[in-house]
C-alpha cells in the first residue's frame, strides 16, 4: 500500500486536463453547439480508442486470464422488481439542499456540518433549505401509455443484470463454486452534483466482476481479489505512490456491504475514489430470491448437493473515471535540451533543425506517457519529406503494420512538431521514413519516454514493436 503522499505533485491540472483533451480530440463537452449538457460528455477519436482499449485490457485481464471468470452482456432496462429487490428504489438516495439565494444544489453530506447546521450557503451565505432525499435513479415509461403500470428505471448499475443471470450462466456454461462473472456496460446516476470534468457524470460505464464464492470463504477470496486488483494498476504502468487503500468504516458501508475497500487515486483535486472492492455477503441472491419467488441456492453436486446462497466478492471501476485517472496519471512537462539522434538523418522540413529537435535545441514538450497497451495510437509513421518517394515508403509501412497496430501517419510540418504532436497524444513509438530508409530499408523507431532513436529494418519492425509493448517500464 502507498499512502504517504498528501498532496498532488504531478504537472497535470484539471485545466491543463480538460483543454488537452479537447485540443486533442480526446473529450468533448455534450451537445457543445446549444450550450452544452451537464453531466454528459462525448468521446472524440482519441478518447474512444483509450477508452475502448482501457475496456479491452480489463476485459482481457478479467477473462481471458482467468479460467473461472465469464462475460456477460445484459440489458440497460430491467423488470422493476428488480431494483425493488436490490434496495435502490428504497436507499438509492442522496441528501439534497438548495440556497434560496444563488439557487446553487448541493448534496448535505458534501458541505461544511457548520454551513448545514446553521442552514447558511458555503458559496453566498445565503439561507439553505431544508434536507431531503432525493433518488438518484432515472425514470421513465414503457408501452403506449404513461401510468404507473409502465414505470421502468435506467440501470444505475451493471451488478443486478449479472445476479438474475446467475442461475442462467451456471446451467448453460456448467460453472462451479467459487466462478466470477464479467460486464462492462453503461449506466444512469442523476446526480445532483456533476462536476470535475468527467469525473462524477450522469451517464457512463462500468467494469464489474461478480465473484461467487462458498459461506465461509468469503474473507479469503475477498483479501485475494484485493490483491489482484491492485496488481492490475502495477501493470498498466500508474504511479503507484499515486494510489492507496480506503477502507469504508461503519457509517460509510452500504446496507449490502460485508466488509469494503475502495482504490483511491490522488487526482489533481485530491484523492478520489476509483475503484470499489466489496465483500456484498449473500444479499442480492437473498433478496432476489424472496422477491422473484425463485431458488437462487447453489447446489453443491461434488458435495452430497450441498445447497446454500452464494456470496459475493464484487470489484466495480469505472471506465470513463478510470480514463480520467490515465490522462492524470500519464500528464507530463518536461523541458528537452536534445532530442537523441542515432543513425537517423538529419534535418527536417525546413533543413535548419537537428532531426527531432522541432527548431529548438532547448524547448519545453507535453507528453501523455499511456502504456502501450492502452495508448490511443501505438505507431505513427513519419516521411521526412513529402517528396522523393518518401511519402508512398512510409504509407507501404504503415499499411504494413496496421493489421497488428493501432497507426497514424504524419506528414504535415517539421519532423520535431510531429513527433510533439505524437507525444502530445501519448502514442509511444514514432517511425520516420528517410532517405537511408530507400537505401538500405531501414527506418527511425523513436521511443516516446526517452525520445531515443534507433535503426530498425522495416521487415524487423513489427517483431520489435512486439518485444518494446511487452517489456515496457515506465522511467518516469
Known amino acids: 500500500m502507498s499512502d504517504h503522499i498528501t498532496e498532488y505533485q504531478g504537472s497535470a491540472t484539471m ?8 485540443r486533442r480530440g480526446f473529450v468533448f463537452q455534450s451537445s457543445e453547439i446549444y450550450g452544452g449538457q451537464n453531466g454528459a460528455w462525448d468521446y472524440g477519436p482519441l478518447g474512444v480508442e483509450l477508452k475502448n482499449r482501457i475496456a479491452r485490457n480489463w476485459w482481457k485481464e478479467m477473462t481471458q486470464l482467468h479460467d473461472d471468470i465469464v ?7 430491467m423488470h422493476p422488481r428488480t431494483w425493488e429487490a436490490s434496495g435502490h428504489v428504497e436507499n438509492f438516495t442522496d441528501p439534497l439542499v438548495d440556497c434560496r439565494k444563488c439557487k446553487t444544489r448541493f448534496r448535505a453530506d458534501q458541505i461544511p456540518p457548520e454551513n448545514l447546521a446553521a442552514k447558511k450557503c458555503p458559496d453566498c451565505g445565503g439561507d439553505l433549505t431544508d434536507t431531503r432525499k432525493f433518488n438518484l435513479m432515472f425514470k421513465t415509461h414503457i408501452g403506449a401509455v404513461e401510468d404507473e403500470a409502465g414505470i421502468i428505471y435506467l440501470r444505475p448499475e451493471t451488478a443486478q443484470g449479472i445476479y438474475v443471470n446467475y442461475k442462467n450462466i451456471i446451467q448453460s456454461n456448467r460453472m462451479k463454486i467459487p466462478f466470477g462473472i464479467a460486464q462492462i456496460g453503461k449506466a444512469f446516476r442523476n446526480e445532483i452534483v456533476t462536476k470535475n470534468f468527467i469525473f462524477r457524470t450522469c451517464e457512463f460505464e462500468q467494469m464489474e466482476m461478480q465473484f461467487f464464492v462458498k459461506p465461509g470463504t468469503d474473507v479469503e477470496w475477498f483479501n485475494e481479489w ?3 486488483r491492485w496488481a492490475y494498476y502495477e501493470k498498466l504502468g500508474v504511479r503507484m505512490d499515486s ?5 469504508h468504516g461503519p457509517d460509510e458501508l452500504a446496507h449490502y456491504a460485508k466488509d469494503a475497500y475502495d482504490i483511491e487515486y490522488l487526482f489533481p483535486m485530491g484523492w478520489k475514489e476509483l475503484e470499489g472492492v466489496h465483500n456484498r455477503s449473500n444479499y442480492d441472491l437473498t433478496r432476489h430470491t424472496q422477491y422473484s419467488g425463485k431458488d437462487l441456492q447453489y447446489i453443491d453436486q461434488e458435495n452430497n448437493n450441498e445447497r446454500y446462497i452464494p456470496f459475493i466478492i464484487e470489484t466495480s471501476a469505472g471506465l470513463t473515471r478510470t480514463l480520467l485517472m490515465l490522462l492524470c ?3 507530463d512537462e518536461e523541458k528537452v535540451i536534445s532530442e537523441k539522434n542515432s543513425g537517423s538523418a538529419e534535418g527536417n522540413a525546413s533543413g535548419d533543425t537537428p532531426h527531432g529537435t522541432g527548431g ?5 514538450r507535453t507528453v501523455l ?9 501505438t505507431v505513427a509513421v513519419l516521411p521526412l519529406m513529402k517528396k522523393d518517394g518518401l511519402a508512398e515508403l512510409a504509407q507501404d509501412i504503415r499499411s504494413g503494420l496496421k493489421e497488428d497496430f493501432a497507426t497514424d501517419y504524419d506528414q504535415a510540418g517539421a519532423i520535431g512538431r510531429r513527433y510533439r504532436r505524437q507525444d502530445e497524444a501519448g502514442t509511444p513509438f514514432c517511425v520516420t521514413v528517410d532517405y537511408e530508409s530507400k537505401e538500405n530499408g531501414t527506418v527511425t523507431l523513436r521511443f516516446r519516454d526517452s525520445m531515443e532513436q534507433i535503426r530498425v529494418h522495416k521487415d524487423e519492425l513489427a517483431k520489435r514493436l512486439y518485444q518494446e509493448i511487452k517489456a515496457y517500464k515506465r522511467i518516469k
Open 15 to 22: 485545466d491543463k486536463i480538460t483543454s488537452l483533451a479537447k
Open 71 to 77: 462475460g456477460l452482456d445484459a440489458a440497460i432496462l
Open 226 to 228: 484485493k490483491k489482484r
Open 243 to 247: 494510489l492507496r487503500w480506503h477502507r
Open 329 to 331: 496519471d500519464a500528464y
Open 360 to 364: 529548438s535545441a532547448d524547448d519545453w
Open 369 to 377: 506517457r499511456f502504456h502501450p497497451a492502452v495508448a490511443p495510437v
